[in-house]
């Protein structure tokens, strides 16, 4: 193993980068808008949900109940007629609806208990959850501040004072924003180092480099810096420039550390695309293990559902997978603040997975070429 | 004199700032052979592009058929009288589709019904002897057949014009008489037909009717070839078109002189192989082949491509193991890991290894470095290199942007670079023009005898052959025989050495048995009835011939269409499963200041929960700051000292929960659970305490329904919800590279040059996807059924119709990334980055699109997974029919037509 033929081919390989615009563009792109996008795209849990409103009361509580829903948490309510109420939900207008029944106000104040139907899509998951129980709790509030006038109740002296830590809005887009960076950050590792391995096939450099002094392991671990280094230079400016600069996301931990452990999970997420360059023929059958890979990769990583809700099956399977170990670590730098002494597990794994994938793609890497010729 | 074919007044055309043509004006005779001859790169290639029309023309203007090329009319009028063969073994074919295949599409294209089509390709594979080969695929067949296969696709429609670009390079002596044979006596059949040839071959040259020579983008001289011969005074073609060159190019020209090779050290060999053999499955493409190179030695290997050349070169430097057999070089056996020997060696690949993406001189650098020259060398070795191959003034240029000679000396200066003892060239000079060709061997020449480099060569030029010290003719995987160029043609008692070599390949053949029986001798002399001249408008049938071969080509490679199904089986379990909107099994502690019964009671509530399962207590402030840091708790609950006693005193007292926010969807969730815990601990503790007293709980009772799945389970959401998602992703990409691939495969020259449409071709490419992406679904629907068990409620039909809308939107998006996109890696990427984000972000797998905001919102609008998320959910859960999802449909409908169009208009229907 040479140091200087690793550094030699890894400029060549910058070099082939510079000179596809196209790529470039994709780069930028993907690392500006795709994640400006999707970052501020996503609402908080409960934003805007639509919710109407059945009132056959027409009591100042039912006023009181329809008022009490406005943005962010809701769309201001749709007064609506019973039968209307189906067909919207039907059409998937609404995601709620409350249907408060004749006579509420009088029922309540009589002390007979009355019953407010609350109608949830609960094909809306997201929603369906946290949104009934925030219209349960805004609907109990009035209701009581309402009875309160008229009537003693006793309510407990005991509060529950709630704050959330890292991120004490609970913003969506502080997460989305890292969460898109780190799936940003796999595809184009993957794509870049994998693809540029087939062509390079397909164009016959590759057994050129084969009979030149120059190892399998050389010309592999060229690919990965190269690939590493682009991928760190486009997120440290996507950190500081769209993350903190342009949206404003207030980093707690050592970005320093972050790049690090980025650099270890590029690593891993390279030697993948490599394995995959070698398992693939041609190209279009790269494309479609591409995604076949990556939505796994992205969807089921824990950046976009919590991972200790997932089957057993799927969390033992996902430990395999790079993109896990990046989503809890980048949470824990970057949201908790942590250090070393906190992610080293995760770094560990993920030099684990990317040595083994190293190591399977270099088994291949030969005997690829050689079926190709 | 007859009216010329094609009229070209100042043409001029340049790619970047390279000029192919300068100022071009010519007019090429009709009814007879016309041919372009001069070297790679002077732009005999492009003058035929755009005679062709596949080219768009730049400057000047160019007639033929007596209309205007540049007028897309008249292009669509004169198109289908037209053939051309572009440059390139069979570039214009489909390697996967068989003989009759390929022959079949092109005939489908041209509209001939079947019992026409049956009756021209029985004809044309009978005079081509291509008859016994009908159902091999062409990538299977060898160089010769390939170009005979390509001139059966060009016949087919019966051209005036037969546009033959470089039809014999790379075809082997035998082939390429044969080749000829075939094309006059389809003239003498259709004698009006005009055929327009450049080739590099001189000699081929000299049995056409008239020339032009050209160099440098400009044309030298016109005329019959015995007229160019009497003007130059010269006694072959070649030494006329030297003596035609201006007189700075002609500069430093001199005869090739071989020196005879003395063998000296002994006789030590520099290459050996004993019964090397190759196999690849059940072909054998390398048979027992031995030989024994002396040090110093320059070695041919005459032969056809195809014939195990690059095979057995490639086995020599170890690229390939071989099946049997050993080899050594300088002694060493051959061994893919030693390093030390690679050295020593110079390969030189035909495939032309060189980085298009680095300038000259960055490819000579790279190589230096690789090779490991010492550093304050290299730019001097550069220099050296540059001067000796002549690319002194082409150090900063592309390669892509070079002629082929060019970038051929630019190989060898690379192999050349750190002095080896030994150069294995497989086909260095292909294509390489007459002058350049001599260069280059005279350089071949030094480095044998004066530094002593041995050299393997292989080649298809017979004069090169001649110049080798000794050769071996290669055909069918087998050395036929090796020995001196001379002693050949004397042991075969021919005149010359391709004489004996087609000698010898003829004995090869008959004692195979494997070329078929000879070409009928009547030829094609039947004047067929014109084929019905195809109407311009859209035409079904062209449409259709597309779809066909695009669907055969699917099926001849099955992993992929396996990859595409099993694929989306696999993504459906594991997203199906593994996507769940229940928060459950979250892990909390609490820091319990008060140890008493009732503090107990309230950890016990939530611990008591589903959703929540109890880690160790926390101790102090620090373990909580560190154990929330690491995510071992998302949830901490500080109870008080003295909680107990104030509680049970009815004073105020606060418990404080910290909530891990890093992931907020998660953090709302806990936040809205440990609420409705605080309030139902509360609302038992009033139940308990005060007894009579209506309590604060059951002043009114709200009743949740959930509606449409009424357990709240994960799956019934999410399953009908990732249908979209994999028929986006999966269909688009498969579409994607259809077209890129043709673009860098080079077959896209057939929307150019017949008389496809755009639209043709894009709708044709597109419905065996959308075929392949409707057994996709059904497959998705019956798991959705029965493995996850998520009732199909609403209308089966209505979900069908939906999805054939949806997959057509779909496939139409990867086309449009493919009409744009130049590169393959830039189609995955882009097609990636246009389905991933959008599809599974901003069409509301899991946020509704209506809560969505700024950019993703818009996007959220647009998609088309959108709505057809609407359509799987209304149909699986809600048991909706047509009409509660009529506004849907609307949007889906326009999608595919729109991006459809914006495909044609991005796609062109010639090369810029």
New interface residues.
């Given amino acids: 193993m040479?140091l200087?033929?690793i550094a030699?081919?890894g400029?060549?390989e910058l070099?082939?980068?510079?000179?596809?615009p196209?790529?470039l563009v994709?780069i930028v792109?993907?690392f500006t808008?795709?994640i400006?996008?999707?970052a501020?795209?996503?609402?908080?849990?409960?934003?805007?949900?639509?919710i109407s409103i059945v009132d056959e009361d027409r009591s100042p509580v039912s006023a009181r109940i329809a008022g009490a829903f406005y943005p962010p948490y809701f769309?201001p309510p749709a007064q609506i007629t019973q039968s209307e109420m189906d067909?919207r939900?039907?059409?998937?207008l609404d995601?709620f609806a409350l249907d408060i029944p004749p006579d509420?106000q009088r029922?309540?104040l009589a002390?007979r208990?009355?019953?407010?139907?609350?109608?949830?899509?609960?094909?809306?998951?997201?929603?369906?959850?946290?949104g009934?129980?925030?219209?349960?709790?805004i609907?109990?509030d009035e209701?009581?501040a309402f009875?309160r006038r008229y009537r003693t109740?006793?309510?407990?002296?005991?509060?529950?004072?709630?704050?959330?830590?890292?991120?004490?809005e609970?913003?969506?887009s502080?997460?989305g924003a890292i969460m898109?960076l780190v799936?940003q950050i796999t595809?184009?590792s993957i794509?870049?180092a994998g693809?540029?391995l087939?062509?390079e096939r397909?164009?016959?450099?590759i057994?050129?480099?084969?009979?030149?002094?120059?190892?399998p392991f050389e010309i592999m671990t060229a690919k990965v810096w190269a690939m590493a280094l682009v991928v760190l230079v486009a997120s440290s400016l996507c950190i500081a420039l769209v993350v903190q600069g342009m949206m404003g996301v207030p980093i707690e931990g050592s970005i320093p550390l972050f790049l690090v452990g980025a650099a270890v999970h590029v690593f891993a997420t390279t030697s993948m695309g490599i394995f995959l360059g070698t398992v693939a023929?041609?190209?279009?059958?790269?494309?479609?293990?591409?995604?076949?890979v990556?939505?796994?990769l992205?969807?089921?990583s824990?950046g976009?559902?919590?991972r200790?809700?997932?089957?057993e099956?799927?969390q033992v399977?996902?430990m395999a997978a790079p993109t896990t170990h990046f989503v809890?670590m980048a949470?824990?730098i970057l949201?908790?603040?942590?250090g070393l002494s906190?992610v080293w597990p995760q770094m560990l794994m993920l030099v684990a997975i990317g040595g083994a994938l190293f190591g399977f793609a270099l088994a291949r890497f030969?005997a690829t070429?050689?079926r190709i010729? | 004199m007859i009216e010329p074919v094609a009229r070209l007044r100042e043409v001029g055309l340049r790619y970047g700032r390279t000029v192919a043509l300068d100022s071009v004006t010519l007019d090429l005779p009709a009814g007879c052979m016309a041919g372009l001859i001069g070297p790679d790169g002077v732009g005999k290639s492009s003058l035929l592009a755009l005679v062709s029309g596949a080219r768009q023309i730049q400057a000047g203007s160019v007639e033929v058929f007596g209309g205007d090329m540049a007028s897309a009319r008249h292009r669509g009028a004169v198109g289908p009288r037209i053939a051309y063969m572009p440059q390139g073994l069979g570039k214009n074919l489909y390697p996967t589709l068989s003989v009759f295949e390929n022959i079949d599409f092109f005939g489908r294209l041209f509209g001939h019904d079947r019992e026409e089509r049956e009756r021209r390709i029985a004809e044309l594979v009978e005079a081509t002897g291509l008859t016994p080969f009908t159902d091999r695929p062409a990538g299977k067949l060898s160089g010769g057949m390939k170009q005979k296969l390509s001139l059966c696709c060009s016949l087919i429609h019966d051209p005036d014009l037969l546009i033959l670009d470089e039809p014999t390079t790379g075809v082997d002596p035998l082939s390429r008489r044969q080749f000829w044979e075939l094309i006059d006596r389809i003239r003498a059949g259709r004698p009006g037909m005009s055929v327009l040839v450049a080739t590099a071959y001189m000699e081929e040259a000299a049995r056409f009717d008239w020339l032009a020579a050209m160099d440098g983008g400009r044309v030298l001289a016109t005329g019959t070839p015995r007229a160019l011969l009497e003007r130059t005074g010269t006694s072959s073609l070649e030494a006329a078109f030297i003596a035609l060159l201006p007189a700075e190019d002609r500069e430093g020209y001199q005869p090739v002189a071989i020196q005879p090779f003395v063998a000296e050290d002994g006789d030590e060999a520099a290459i050996e192989a004993r019964g090397l053999t190759m196999r690849f499955g059940d072909f054998t493409a390398v048979d027992n082949v031995g030989f024994r190179i002396r040090r110093g030695e320059i070695f041919g290997f005459l032969g056809s491509n195809g014939c195990g050349k690059t095979t057995t070169m490639k086995m020599l430097t170890g690229l390939l193991p071989a099946s049997e057999g050993q080899a050594w070089l300088f002694g060493q056996e051959v061994d893919a890991g030693d390093i030390e020997t690679r050295r020593r060696v110079g390969y030189m690949s035909q495939a032309f290894s060189l980085y298009s993406e680095l300038t000259v001189r960055q490819n000579l650098e790279l190589h230096a470095r690789l090779f490991s020259l010492p550093a304050e060398a290299i730019p001097d070795r550069i220099e050296e290199m540059a001067r000796r191959f002549g690319l002194a003034d082409i150090m900063d240029a592309l390669p892509d942007a070079l002629p082929l000679g060019q970038r051929q000396r630019l190989s060898l200066a690379v192999a050349m670079i750190h002095g080896p003892e030994m150069l294995i060239l497989d086909e260095p000079t292909s294509g390489v023009d007459p002058v350049a060709r001599d260069g280059f061997w005279r350089i071949l020449i030094e480095l044998a005898r004066r530094d002593r480099v041995t050299i393997f060569i292989s080649t298809h030029f017979m004069n090169e052959a001649e110049r080798c010290d000794r050769i071996s003719l290669m055909h069918a995987g087998r050395v036929l025989v090796s020995d001196t160029p001379g002693a050949l043609v004397e042991r075969r008692g021919a005149q010359t050495l391709e004489q004996a070599f087609i000698g010898y390949l003829e004995e090869a053949v008959a004692e195979a048995g494997d070329a078929g029986p000879a070409p009928t001798t009547q030829g094609i002399t039947k004047a067929t009835p014109p084929a019905h001249r195809p109407h311009r408008g859209f035409d079904f049938r062209r449409m259709f011939s597309f779809s066909r071969r695009e669907a055969m080509e699917l099926r001849r490679d099955p992993i992929r269409a396996t990859l595409a199904l099993l694929g989306s089986v696999i993504l459906m379990l594991v997203m199906g499963y593994g996507i769940t909107m229940d928060v459950e099994d979250l892990t909390f502690a609490v820091l319990d200041r008060d140890q008493t019964i009732t503090s107990r009671d309230y950890a016990l509530n939530i611990a008591g929960s589903r959703y929540f399962t109890e880690r160790p207590p926390i101790r102090d402030y620090d373990d909580l700051d560190r154990r929330m840091q690491a995510g071992e708790v998302t949830l901490a609950i500080e109870i008080p000292p003295g909680f107990g006693r104030d509680v049970a005193r009815g004073r105020p007292v606060q418990i404080a929960a910290w909530i891990d926010g890093a992931m907020p969807s998660r953090g709302q969730t806990i936040r809205g659970y440990v609420q409705g815990m605080h309030a139902h601990w509360l609302a038992r503790r009033v139940a308990h305490s005060s007894t009579g007293t209506t309590a604060a709980g059951q002043l009114f009772s709200i009743e949740t329904r959930f509606r449409y799945n009424p357990d709240v389970r994960s799956l019934v959401a999410m399953v009908p919800a990732v249908i979209p998602i994999l028929l986006m992703l999966i269909p688009a990409m498969l579409t994607a590279l259809s077209i890129v691939r043709e673009k860098e495969m080079g077959s896209i020259v057939n929307l150019y040059v017949t008389p496809v449409t755009r639209f043709e071709f894009l709708l044709g490419k597109q419905v065996p996807y959308v075929l392949l992406g409707m057994v996709n679904f059904l497959l998705l629907v019956l798991l959705a059924m029965f493995v996850f068990r998520v009732p199909l409620t609403g209308s089966f039909l209505v979900l069908t119709a939906g999805t054939a809308l949806y997959l057509c939107a779909a496939t139409a998006l990867g086309l449009l990334a493919s009409s744009f996109l130049k590169t393959q890696i830039a189609a995955i990427f882009g097609t990636a980055v246009m389905t991933i984000v959008p599809a599974t972000q901003f069409s509301g797998l899991i946020d509704p699109v209506s809560s969505l905001e700024g950019m993703g919102a818009v996007i959220g609008h647009l998609y088309p997974t959108t709505y057809y998320v609407t359509i799987a959910r209304g149909t699986f859960s809600k048991a909706l029919q047509f009409s509660d999802l009529r506004s849907e449909f609307l949007p889906l409908l326009l999608a595919a037509p729109v991006l459809i169009s914006l495909s044609a208009m991005l796609l062109r229907k010639q090369e810029r």
């Fill in positions: 040479r200087a033929n030699n081919l400029v060549k070099r082939s980068l510079i000179r596809d196209m790529m994709l792109y993907s808008f795709a400006y996008s999707a501020t795209a996503m609402p908080e849990t409960l934003s805007r949900a639509t769309l067909a939900m039907d059409a998937g995601t509420f029922d309540l002390g208990q009355p019953t407010i139907q609350l109608n949830v899509d609960a094909t809306r998951m997201s929603q369906a959850f946290t009934s129980g925030y219209v349960q709790t609907v109990g209701v009581t009875a109740v006793d309510t407990p002296q005991v509060d529950l004072v709630l704050r959330a830590r890292f991120n004490p609970l913003k969506p502080w997460f898109q799936n595809m184009l794509v870049l693809a540029a087939i062509r397909e164009h016959g450099t057994e050129h480099l084969l009979v030149m002094p120059v190892t023929r041609s190209m279009p059958q790269f494309g479609l293990l591409l995604i076949l990556l939505l796994p992205q969807m089921l824990g976009t559902t919590p200790e809700s997932m089957p099956l799927v399977v996902m809890s949470q824990a949201y908790r603040g942590a906190v030969r070429v050689a010729g």
